[in-house]
């Protein structure tokens, strides 16, 4: 794409064109223009013919003008070596007539010629090297206010010398340039417009699917069915053009090698100084074809070199999966083979695959682990390896073969057994993975030896890390032990071979263990309270201990610097700590002996009492009414208090002489309120939080004699007394088994109203209250009964009882807990059917219905009850069984 640079110019004014420029590239669609302003100009005129004039702020004058300057010829020095390399689109000189002698004369020339230095003169002017354009009568007006000239090609030549300045000359044509009436005045900002390109360079980093190509065919051998998402090879490559921001077309053309007029053109965008690609899908790749392909770069005016031709070739083809043997670890063959520690040679071969180029194994006893890749010596061959084993037992064996396009096999997927010929070996004072107090330097341990799997063990071979190797005799049970006595403290390893009475040695078995030498420290168990001093004891384990090193170990692992503490005589050191904050989680600590090197660093754990302070809160059932908070902690030294509640804070408070502190508040809205206190001390120690809360009532409280709360009534009417918490509330609202209604508060804070149940069923009555803005409190919620479910009793057929007999009479009485009962109705449930009916009520609500069962078994009773406005309300379930064999 076409770029264009304003350098700092004054632009010229003006509409007459006398030399046209250039027409934009369809590409581009117009070609913006800037000018370039010139570097210096100056004058030499005939009647001081040794002279050369430095123009400054006054007009170039031209020809013979009034002003005295007779045949005057005029120099404009323009800065070009920005277009260098470039490609000019086009050039054009614009220059503004200030005055013309004569309108109907007028001719004019621009040449190119050699630079205007202090020595030019009218006898010795710049040598005119070519001219460029010439310029006649303008068709309408008399001085032309924007005069052009094109130097296109005259720039375009310089850009290509590489010329750094272009100097060009304003005249009159020799045989006019005396004559007056052709004279021409021109402003001295003469403006050199010019429109240029910087062509792209050749793609670089050219790569096919994400790997450098290669500039020889055939080139890498690719799978494009590998490729992630779509399965296709990808061509790629860096573009990069001198303008910067420029946005290219980066173009790509693809063959055949054995087809060249076969290319096919694949073009994609790209910012310049990016990667830009383009793919060919999988289906339109032949297999086994080798293709080539190059890039450039368009800009939409110049396009790039072609890059280097890059080569790829086409495969698809899976190898055959390897086959493996081996002299010492067969896989064909059952039952333990080699040792542990014993070499063996595995051989990879192709099976048949011409074109394997790497073999990809692993040999473990957990599967596929560290896998490694080798590469045979030429494509196709066979490749071996050596590998010992490092456990006795099965050990997996994976290989895969991979050809020239990265393309896997199928596994060879198999494996053997490794023989164990190691002895065991244990230590109670040195045990493994953890250390024993009861050993140390100096301190002998016994080391036990049994065989694992050889028979007819004489004789252990052991040593000591790299000491020498010792023997001890094997008992009748094939066992042994050493007694060791280990000389240093830290980390140590014993070696351990068994040995037959046929002189078969078997494989190495190493135990590693710890000496433990590090100090041991009393006084850091247990918790430790915050801000006050516990006193520590550092004891050695190691010979002539004089000084310990300890750190604290923040919460994170970001321990404290070291500090040095000198032993005593008897080799024990005390500190006195004082644990300033809570995240403390552990001290290290470590001996020296002299100059001796330290020895390990032992780690304890700490525990660290945070001393929350008790916050206890009294008060404030109801918003109005004062709180007291009381703040105290173990911690000693208490200065200060710092509290909030819930969001307001912190605040602080002083600490009396017994470290306690006291707070009172009054809450102003219901809700929880919750109190958070932190005790600190002068010295800034500050413990953890502690909180306590209360529970402020703003709802308002409801009471009722004739229905309690959560109780049973028989449904007669009674009265609810509601009393406002809520500061300032001016009415309640309540809802009891409809809409919401309201009572004003009355000046004792209370209000009351009548209620009927409108019948038998489980009420709530909701209350709150609002205030004069109309902020309501918490609700509060009422619940209570008015009996539902009728009585039934019997003395001759009990509820879940036997009774009667088929031909059995029995009497049944229907109750509720209200005397508005009309009539039950009811249904037996027995073996043969339902039998139903309904029985009027007594003047008390109470009805007696005898029954007579038809046969025995179990029956089950459903009754509900009418009231005398028709109102039909809750079943009771009832049963019973009758016996066999009884009679009327």
Known sequence: MRRFVLLPAVLVAGSISVLTAPAASAADGFVPSAAVARASWGYVEASTPTTAHPGGAEPAPVGTTPRGAKAARSFFTFDVARFKGTHVVSAVVAAEETRAADCAHRSLELWRTAPFTSRSSWLKPPAELERLATAGKPASGCAVADARFDVTAALTAAAGRGDTQLTLE?????????????????????????????????????????????????????????????????????????????????????????????????????????????????????????????????????????????????????????????????????????????????????????????????????????????????????????????????NYLYAYAIDRAGNRSQSLSTGFYVNESRPDIWSVQYPQGWTNLDG?????????????????????????????????????????????????????????????????????????????????????????LLGEPRTMTFAPRAAGVTSYDYAFVLNGGSPTEFRSVPAGPDGTATITWTPDRTDYIQLRIRSHSGTAAPTLERSVYLSIDGAAPTVTVTGGAHPGE?????????????????????????????????????????????????????????SG??????????????????????????????????????????????????????????????????????????????????????????????????????????????????????????????????????????????????????????VAAGPDGTATLTWTPSEAGYYSLTVSHRYRDGGYKTERYYSFFVREGASS
């Open 170 to 394: 304003l005249r009159v044509p020799a045989g006019q340039e005396f004559d007056p009436r052709y004279a021409r005045d021109f402003a001295d900002g003469v403006a050199l417009q010019v429109g240029y390109n910087g062509a792209p360079a050749a793609p670089t980093a050219l790569e096919n699917n994400d790997v450098a190509c290669t500039p020889d065919s055939p080139g890498r051998y690719l799978n494009p069915n590998y490729r992630d998402f779509t399965p296709s090879v990808v061509m790629s490559g860096h573009f990069t053009d001198p303008d910067e921001g420029d946005e290219l077309t980066a173009r790509y053309e693809l063959w055949p090698v054995d087809q060249p007029a076969a290319k096919r053109q694949l073009d994609a965008p790209v910012y310049s100084g990016g990667s830009g690609s383009v793919l060919v899908k999988s289906e339109e790749l032949t297999e086994g074809t080798t293709y080539a392909w190059h890039a450039r770069g368009d800009d939409g005016t110049d396009v790039s070199p072609w890059s280097t031709t890059c080569y790829f070739t086409v495969d698809r083809v899976v190898p055959n999966a390897p086959t493996v043997t081996s002299d010492v670890y067969r896989t064909d063959v059952p039952g333990a083979q080699g040792d542990v520690g014993l070499p063996g040679h595995f051989t990879f071969d192709t099976g048949g695959s011409a074109d394997v180029v790497g073999y990809e194994y692993a040999i473990s006893t957990g599967g596929w682990m560290d896998p490694k890749t080798v590469a045979p010596e030429h494509p196709g061959g066979p490749v071996t390896v050596t590998w010992a084993p490092s456990d006795s037992g099965w």
């Open 440 to 528: 140390g330097v100096g301190i002998p341990g016994v080391f036990n030896f049994s065989p694992m799997t050889l028979e007819d063990v004489v004789e252990y071979q052991y040593r000591l890390d790299d000491g020498p190797t010792l023997t001890v005799p094997a008992g009748d049970d094939h066992k042994g032990a050493a007694t060791i006595t280990p000389q240093s403290g830290g980390f140590h390893d014993v070696y351990v071979r068994a040995k037959t009475a046929s002189g078969y040695v078997g494989a190495e078995r190493g135990y590693h263990f710890q000496v433990d030498d590090m100090p041991t420290v009393t006084g850091a168990d247990g918790l430790l």
């Open 626 to 682: 004062a709180a007291r908070a009381v703040f105290s902690s173990k911690l000693t030294g208490v200065a200060k208090y710092q509290y909030s509640i819930d969001s307001d804070g912190p605040h602080t408070v002083a600490a009396g002489a017994d470290g306690t502190a006291t707070i009172t508040w009054t809450p102003t809205t219901g809700g929880w309120k919750t109190v958070q206190a932190r005790a600190i001390t002068a």
């Open 685 to 838: 120690i500050t413990t953890d939080p502690g909180w306590g809360s209360v529970y402020v009532h703003d709802e308002p409280g409801i009471t009722s004699a004739e229905f309690p709360e959560n109780g049973t009534t028989a449904g007669h009417p009674g009265r609810f007394t509601l009393e406002a918490h809520q500061p300032g509330a001016v009415e309640f609202v309540y809802s009891l088994g409809g809409g919401e209604l309201t009572l004003p508060v009355g000046p004792d804070g209370r209000a009351s109203f009548e209620w009927t149940p409108p019948g038998y069923d489980d009420y709530r009555l909701t209350a709150w209250t609002r205030d004069a803005a109309g902020t309501s409190s918490t609700r509060q919620t009422y619940d209570f009964d008015v009996f539902t479910q009728p009585v039934i009793a019997s003395d001759d057929y009990p509820d879940g009882e036997f009774g009667g007999g088929p031909g059995v009479p029995g009497t049944f009485r229907f109750s509720t807990a209200s005397d508005s009962a009309a009539s039950y109705d009811y249904t037996f449930s027995g073996p043969s059917g339902d039998e139903s009916g309904t």
